[in-house]
Every structure is written in C-alpha cells, then in structure tokens.
C-alpha cells in the first residue's frame, strides 16, 4: 500500500518527466525562429522599418505555436496530465489503508477534472500563446518598429530562449512553473478536502529543500509538527526562523503583501493548506493524528495545547 511519500514521489517524477524537454524546446523555437528571420530586409545591419517586415514578424508569431506544440511535446502534455489520475489514486489508497472510516467523494473527481483541464490549457494554445509567442512578437515587433540592430535581436532572442546557471528561458520558466504549481496543488487539494472530512487538526510540512527553497519553506520544514490554529502565526511569520549563512534568522515578510516572500499574495489560513509556500513550491501538508504528535512529541504537543490560539480555536470549533 502507498505511503504519503509515494504520492509526493510520483508528483517529483511526472514534473522532472515534463520539464526534462523544455531545453529542447527552445532550442527548437529558436532554431526555427532564426531560419524565419533570414528573410527580413536589412540595411547597414539594421532591420528596415517597412510593412513587409513587420508581416513577417506576423507569420512567425502564427508560426511559435507550432513550433512548441508539436507531436512530441503534446505527447509529453498527455503524459503529464495522466500524473493527475495517478495522484489520485494514490491519494484514495493512501487514505483508506489509515481510515476506516474514509470514503471518497464524488468532489474528488470533479477537482481533478478541473485540474487537468486548466493545466492542458495553460501548457498548450491557451497559456502558451499568451506567455510565451505573444513575449516574443512583441521582441520581434519592436526591434522591426524602431529599426533596431539585426545582430542585437538575435542576441535578445538567444537570452529569452536558452537556460542558463543563473536563469531559465522563457518557456522552461513557464513550464516550470505550471508544473510544480498544477500538480502539487491539486494533490494539496485533495489532502485538505480529505482531512478536513475527517477532522484532522495537526499537519506536518514535508518535501525536500532545495537551493531555491524560500525561507518561508526552509522555516516550515524544520517544524515537527504544527495545529491548524497556528497557521494565522506563521502567515505572519511570528516566532518563525530558518538557517541563513549558519545564523538562525527571522522569516522576512513581503510588505507589498503582508505575507512571507514568496507567498501568493491573498494567502490566508483558509487557502493556506492548498497554496503553501506559494507558486512553484514543491512541498505538501500532511495530516498527522493527535496521537502520532502525542506519541512522538509530547513537549510541543503541551506546548500547542496551553497556547491561547488553541484555545480559541477549540472554543470555535469544538
């Protein structure tokens, strides 16, 4: 039977799966890009100002599209979009192997067909249009508009379509975004809608940190285990810490969003379990029973108990 870090592997799996061609991608878009604006008209190395130039630039804006979405990649779309299904089902699994008492409801499917359609659409015409060929028309309709140098366009192109050690290309960024955010949202989703049917109260923050792991996660992780009247706190960064160059170092909070950087703004302890560290953030919240926290913890256990944030919140909620 599945573990919960089954269900997190397989979200790692299908993400690294997808993102794994995006450098091929662009390269192709790139390729294919260039090859198309060999046929601009050129004067002294800058590009002519004229309407036959600026139709070019309108065919190979209809042409980005397929450049990306050919067979292989939508191939690749599919397969990740299968990911859902399998998060899924590993959920419904994972669940029944530690609840007698759960079983899923027929929401659970309608969160995951709503996933599955607003991630094929952001990854294929729909989102890839909008973030990815109408940046680069937009490249290409201004150096066309102002005359600007035919080599220096090729060099914003190369920049905006090539990964580098300090930056990702455009649609690798993208695609790694939607990935990482789609997937372990939808599987936050799911764990949230299951553990709130069965009244679960304590979480535990897990996954992996990593080299771009914000504070705000860094932080989180290193707590054991924490109670749902808790979240309003450490939303608000109280008491929060993680290591910086060796130093422990208070969590720091985004003052355009009142909220830990790097948290999507409009965060609040409603939503919280579902957005956790915020787009990107490859961490989920797993329910832990009072009793595992009594057993393994029983010092922050006490602690929790004889906060007044507990208190009020079992005033509340019974």
């Known amino acids: 039977m599945p ?8 979200i790692h799996e299908a993400i690294t799966r997808f993102n794994k ?18 046929r601009l008209d050129l004067k002294g190395g800058k590009i002519k100002t004229t309407i036959a130039n600026l139709k070019i630039v ?6 980005l599209l397929r450049l990306v979405l050919n067979d292989d990649y939508l191939g690749e779309v599919k397969r990740f979009a299968q990911a859902f299904n399998d998060v899924g089902r590993l959920q419904s ?13 027929s929401i659970l499917k309608e969160i995951r067909t709503q996933a599955i359609g607003d991630t094929v659409s952001q990854l294929t015409e729909s989102g890839i249009g909008t973030n990815i060929s109408d940046n680069i028309a937009d490249i290409l309709r201004t150096n066309v508009t102002t005359g600007g140098s035919y080599r220096d366009l090729l060099g914003q192109l190369r920049e905006s379509l090539t990964d580098t050690q300090k930056s990702d290309g ?18 936050a989703q799911v764990t949230q809608s299951i553990s709130s049917d069965l009244g679960y109260e304590w979480y535990a923050y897990q996954g992996s940190d990593i080299k771009t792991t914000r504070p705000f996660c860094d932080a989180m992780t290193d707590l054991r285990y924490f109670h749902v009247s808790q979240v309003p706190s450490l939303l608000a960064a109280e008491d929060l810490y993680y290591i910086k160059n060796g130093e422990k170092t208070k969590v720091p909070i985004y003052d355009k969003t009142g909220l830990p950087n790097g948290l999507i703004e409009g965060t609040n302890p ?3 379990f579902i957005r956790r560290g915020g787009y990107n953030c490859g961490h989920q919240i797993r329910p832990i029973s009072e009793r595992l926290v009594k057993m393994q913890d029983l010092a922050l256990y006490d602690r929790v108990i004889n906060t007044p944030e507990y208190k009020r919140w079992k005033t509340l909620n019974g």
């Open 58 to 63: 309108g065919s190979i804006k209809n042409k």
């Open 170 to 187: 455009l649609l690798t960024k993208y695609a790694k975004t939607i990935t990482v955010t789609s997937l372990n949202q939808y599987s």
């Open 270 to 272: 409603e939503n919280f």
């Open 3 to 10: 573990s919960f870090n089954d269900i997190t592997d397989r």
């Open 93 to 105: 699994e994972y669940w029944t192997q530690i609840e007698s008492t759960f079983k899923p409801r």
């Open 21 to 38: 061609r995006m450098p091929a991608s662009q390269r192709d878009m790139l390729a294919g890009i260039e090859d198309e604006l060999t």
